[in-house]
């Protein structure tokens, strides 16, 4: 059935008139016409049954039945992620959405993306949309406003739990080692830019309470590192079951 993303604050009545862009998809691509059934999601971990009342590509009029809670993600994962130059940061919300994130937060660090070009987040954030839509997720990974590195591991510092940060050069201690006992949660992992993280920004890191964790002799490149860090998280919170 095909799947509408419309926010939470705009489904608190009976019925609800979709934007130009999700109605000319479920109009013009789809095909759809009036009676058609359409699943609502609201990004918060409900889904909506609704049918279309009016197919119009100016506003398709959807009516509202019932209402379900799906079972929202088993942990927080939150990926610090240091923009990359060029688009590379669009796989890492499309793939890390796929595979459960809970939070992204895009990072400013000294050898990533040194001001990405205005509209970037607004992207990020309908690319996550687009993402939670097609893989089946009622709820939206929140894709935070671009911070600086500093401010970014200040504020995960807060939220306690599990605080990892990918680095080439760790061998000692492998990601997987982390998970061999079910790690405290919430888990967040800071990912690089194509750069690398200096010793410094390391250095405060680990400062920050962050522990280094290494995936294996091979470079990866940042979205490779991005997806699998991800990936073996959910394997160990048993979001892949
Ligand atoms: N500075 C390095 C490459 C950085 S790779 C160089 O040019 O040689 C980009 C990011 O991916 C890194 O900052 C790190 O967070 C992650 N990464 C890549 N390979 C990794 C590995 N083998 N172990 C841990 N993290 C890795």
Redesign the pocket.
Known sequence: MPRVFIPAQFLNHEQVTLDRVASRHLVKVLRLQAGAEVCVFDGCGTEIEGHIVRASTAGVELALGQRHRVPMPLASITLLQ?VPRGDRMDIIVQKTTELGVTRIVPVLSSRGMVKPPPGKTRRWRTIAQEAARQSGRADVPEVAEVTALDAALAGSAEAGGTRL????E?RALPLRRIFAQAPPLPVTLL???????SQEEVASARAQGFRT??????????ET?ALVAIALTQAAVGGLD
């Open positions: 240091s940060v990918l680095w080439e760790e990912v690089g830019p194509e750069g690398g993280f964790v290494g995936l294996g002799p091979r470079i990866l490149r940042v590192a």
